[in-house]
Structures are given as structure tokens and as C-alpha cells.
């Protein structure tokens, strides 16, 4: 049969056919919608002070671990601490960081963890020091938490011992650590200790100086930093939390690190500056202030801050390798009384 016969006696097939042509033709026109990205969200900022109950105050140290880079440590790190405090409010973190990790992320990494536990951010202090007493392990916490009942009846005593130095960096640390924890002790004694922290010039026999710790303070969890990779001298300096009776007011803020960006001394005057401003937007005051760090990175930039922040309360300064900023001078945070 001719092809015109079969089109003439099918021509609703014709009509199809065309109708299918000129929809694909349309179709092809038409524009693909874009497609919908996801913006994740930032991490939240750490609140530059946060406070707690005084009398409910509870001190944990985070174990060390050689497991992963920074970030997966500080993550580890972060659970430990939950775990062991019972996922409580977390207050304050002291973060030290051994290696070449950017302390910068720790605050974010620190925000992260606890967002996703649903958890309020704490004020956080970040140092980067010469080593822990555990080889690769690259962070360590300090953890401040709020228990659910009152654990500190009387209130909480802060102390620390000075620094003891010996001029050979070389020197073995083992002595001069038994001296400051004489110190230390003269001013805390070892019963109600909570917490005990030194920083010390060199790592050798880091289980010894964590025996030492253990043995004249059983009660607490203790912590031995090494705060320069090149020190320049020996030296030992210790710090201790204790249940006492010198400071009873209702709450206690804890502030961040506040960082001077440079070397002069407008710059360690603004770094304190801000640190004020942060207390009295807590509603405390400098005048306060219970304890004070500073974490100089040379000693010129330590006899200034020493200089310019002299205070009844105790000022540990403690040298450091790093702070979360290139080209700063030192590092400091505080904890503050708060009546309210």
C-alpha cells in the first residue's frame, strides 16, 4: 500500500506524532530550575565570660590521647569532659595545645561539639605550649562544670606558687618542681584540693613530676604543662583550686583570653582594657578579680604585664609558645567574684 494511502487513512497517528514533536521542542526551552544549596551554619561565637554557682563548682582535666589531629583530640576531649562530669553545664574551658595545630580552632571546634549536645558555650582560654606530659598528644582541657548540688559548702580558695627557675635550661625539672609545690603548699594545703595545674620548662620524666603531683595532693585531678618548646631558662610554677573559705561570693565569672596584638605597651594596656570591659558587662569588676593568667610569649612582654597588672589577688604569669593571634605579645583571663 503507498505511504500516502496509509498516512491519509491513519491520520490521527499524524496528528500525534506532530503534537509530541512540537511538546519536546517546548520542553527543550524550558530553563532547569537551579538547584537549592545548603549553607551550613557558623559555629557560635564563646561567650567572652560565663559564671556559675560558686558552691557547686566541679574541676575536671580531660585525658590525653594520641588518637588523630587537633580537631579530632579537642572533640575526644570535649566528650571526656561531659562524661566525667555527668553532661553538666561546662562553665569555663582552659584549653593547652601541643604542635602546630591553629589554636584559633579550638573555640570552634569546642562550640561545635556542645552545640550538637544542645549545650550552653562556654568562656574558653586557649594557649599553645611546648608540649604534655603524653608524647603527640596535642590538647589538654580544663574543664570547669556546674554540678546539680552545692559540692563547695564554704567556697573555693585560688593560689599559686611563683615561678622557680634555674639559669640551665638543661636543668632537671624533678627538684625545682618539688619547690614550687613546697610553695604551693605553704599557701593551699593539700587537704580540699580540687585541682592542680604546673607548667614546667622541659617534659623529662613527665611521669615522675605526675607522681609528685598525685602524691602530695591525692584528692585532685592534676595537669603538668611544658610551656616553651625553647626555653631559656628552668624553671617550675605550679597553681592549685581548693574548697575554702577566701572566696564565698555567690557566683564566680571566668573570662576567655584576651589577647594583646603587639609588643608596646599600649597594647598590653588595651588587652587589660578589654578584659575590664568584659568583667563589667558580666556585672563584676576588675577589682574582683580572684586570679589572673598571664601567658607572655618573651620575657620583656612578661615584666610589662607584670608591671601593669599588679593585684592583692594572685597573678600567675606563665610563659607560653603561643596564643590565638600572630604577632601577640601575651595572652591573659581572669575569674572575677559575683554577688548578683
Avoid: W
Avoid at 627557675?165 to 625545682?176: E, G, M, N, R, V
Avoid at 577566701?246 to 594596656?269: C, H, I, N
Avoid at 558587662?281 to 598571664?294: L, W, Y
Amino acid at each position: 500500500m503507498p505511504s500516502v494511502f496509509r498516512a491519509f487513512v491513519n491520520p490521527r497517528i499524524t496528528a500525534a506524532v506532530a503534537l509530541l514533536a512540537v511538546a519536546a521542542a517546548a520542553g527543550a526551552q524550558k530553563k532547569k530550575p537551579e538547584e537549592i544549596t545548603q549553607t551550613l551554619e557558623l559555629p557560635k561565637d564563646p561567650p567572652a565570660v560565663a559564671s556559675g554557682e560558686t558552691r557547686k563548682l566541679v574541676f575536671h582535666i580531660s585525658p590525653l590521647s594520641t588518637k588523630g589531629l587537633l580537631s579530632l583530640q579537642t572533640k575526644d576531649a570535649v566528650k571526656a569532659i561531659l562524661k566525667l562530669n555527668g553532661n553538666a553545664r561546662i562553665v569555663h574551658i582552659r584549653a593547652f595545645v601541643a604542635g602546630n595545630g591553629d589554636v584559633r580552632r579550638v573555640p570552634q571546634i569546642v562550640s561545635e561539639a556542645l552545640t550538637e549536645k544542645k549545650q550552653m558555650l562556654p568562656s574558653i582560654s586557649v594557649v599553645r605550649t611546648g608540649g604534655l606530659s603524653l608524647d603527640n598528644s596535642q590538647v589538654v582541657l580544663e574543664a570547669v562544670s556546674l554540678a546539680k548540688k552545692d559540692v563547695n559548702p564554704t567556697g573555693l580558695d585560688f593560689a599559686e606558687s611563683g615561678i622557680v627557675t634555674a639559669p640551665d635550661p638543661s636543668s632537671s625539672p624533678k627538684p625545682l618542681l618539688e619547690k614550687a609545690l613546697d610553695q604551693l603548699s605553704t599557701k593551699a594545703p593539700a587537704a580540699g584540693t580540687l585541682q592542680v595545674t604546673c607548667f614546667v620548662s622541659t617534659m623529662v620524666d613527665a611521669a615522675g613530676m605526675l607522681s609528685a603531683l598525685s602524691t602530695r595532693f591525692p584528692g585532685a585531678v592534676t595537669n603538668v604543662v611544658m610551656t616553651q618548646r625553647s626555653p631559656f631558662q628552668a624553671f617550675a610554677a605550679c597553681q592549685s583550686i581548693r574548697r575554702g573559705t577566701r572566696v564565698t561570693s555567690t557566683k564566680l565569672a571566668f573570662t576567655g583570653t584576651r589577647v594583646a596584638f603587639g609588643q608596646m605597651e599600649k597594647d598590653a594596656t588595651h588587652a587589660f582594657d578589654r578584659l575590664d570591659k568584659d568583667l563589667t558587662e558580666a556585672g563584676t569588676s576588675p577589682s574582683s578579680v580572684v586570679f589572673t593568667n598571664i601567658y607572655p610569649l618573651s620575657g620583656t612582654m612578661a615584666e610589662l604585664s607584670r608591671k601593669l597588672r599588679q593585684s592583692a589577688s594572685p597573678v600567675a604569669v606563665i610563659p607560653a609558645d603561643g596564643v590565638a593571634a600572630v604577632e601577640a605579645g601575651f595572652a591573659v583571663d581572669a575569674i572575677a567574684a559575683v554577688e548578683k
